[in-house]
């Protein structure tokens, strides 16, 4: 019998497997940031000076991509990081939330105290699920989005 047939043959089996083992939200992708930033409203996507996304709303930039920095760097060969994403959060105490917990890959670096942002490696973005991503996309959309249509978003999503 397959598996599909079990599930018809037996429907109380596959409501208990899925209440006992709910799915799991999947990992996030560097493709993600692309697709959910572009979907929010307003969105445009500019290229940086050597090619880098950048993405924005009304001229304001929530999301890029940095060009390699003396500030982010690997600790071990002092090789400058290639492959940072800088996202807008909405206070200071956001940021430290996320890059105080060392369950999250999100980090800072001294060019951005005073900043209200955080950095992710894309190289570690599958560390973080779909969801949170999706959420600190759209906390750093809300950042730099007019107040009126941040508010008008979110009563949609509702």
Same mark, same amino acid.
């Given at each position: 019998?397959?598996?599909?047939?079990?599930?018809?043959?037996?429907?109380?089996? /596959?409501?208990?497997?899925?209440?006992?083992?709910?799915?799991?939200?999947?990992? $996030?992708?560097?493709?993600?940031?692309?697709?959910?930033?572009?979907?929010?409203?307003?969105?445009?996507?500019?290229? =940086?000076?050597? =090619?880098?996304? #950048?993405?924005?709303?009304?001229?304001?930039?929530? #999301?890029?991509?940095?060009?390699?920095?003396?500030?982010?760097?690997?600790?071990? *060969? =002092?090789?400058?990081? $290639?492959?940072?994403?800088?996202?807008?959060?909405?206070?200071?105490?956001?940021? /430290?939330?996320?890059? /105080?917990?060392?369950?999250?890959?999100?980090? *800072? *670096?001294?060019?951005?105290?005073?900043?209200?942002?955080?950095?992710?490696? =894309?190289?570690? #973005?599958?560390?973080?699920?779909?969801?949170?991503?999706?959420?600190?996309? *759209?906390?750093?959309?809300?950042?730099?989005?007019?107040?009126?249509?941040?508010?008008?978003?979110?009563?949609? /999503?509702?």
């Amino acid at each position: 019998m397959k598996y599909g047939a079990a599930a018809a043959v037996f429907p109380s089996r /596959q409501l208990r497997q899925n209440a006992v083992m709910p799915r799991k939200p999947r990992r $996030a992708r560097l493709t993600d940031v692309h697709e959910i930033a572009m979907a929010l409203p307003g969105v445009e996507c500019d290229e =940086g000076p050597k =090619g880098n996304p #950048i993405y924005s709303i009304r001229k304001k930039s929530f #999301i890029f991509f940095r060009n390699p920095r003396p500030d982010a760097f690997d600790p071990e *060969t =002092g090789e400058r990081y $290639a492959d940072v994403i800088c996202f807008w959060v909405p206070s200071d105490e956001d940021k /430290q939330a996320l890059v /105080q917990d060392e369950s999250t890959p999100f980090f *800072t *670096t001294p060019h951005f105290n005073g900043y209200n942002a955080v950095l992710l490696r =894309g190289s570690r #973005i599958a560390e973080v699920d779909i969801e949170e991503l999706r959420e600190v996309i *759209t906390d750093a959309w809300l950042t730099r989005a007019p107040k009126r249509m941040g508010e008008q978003y979110l009563s949609e /999503q509702r």
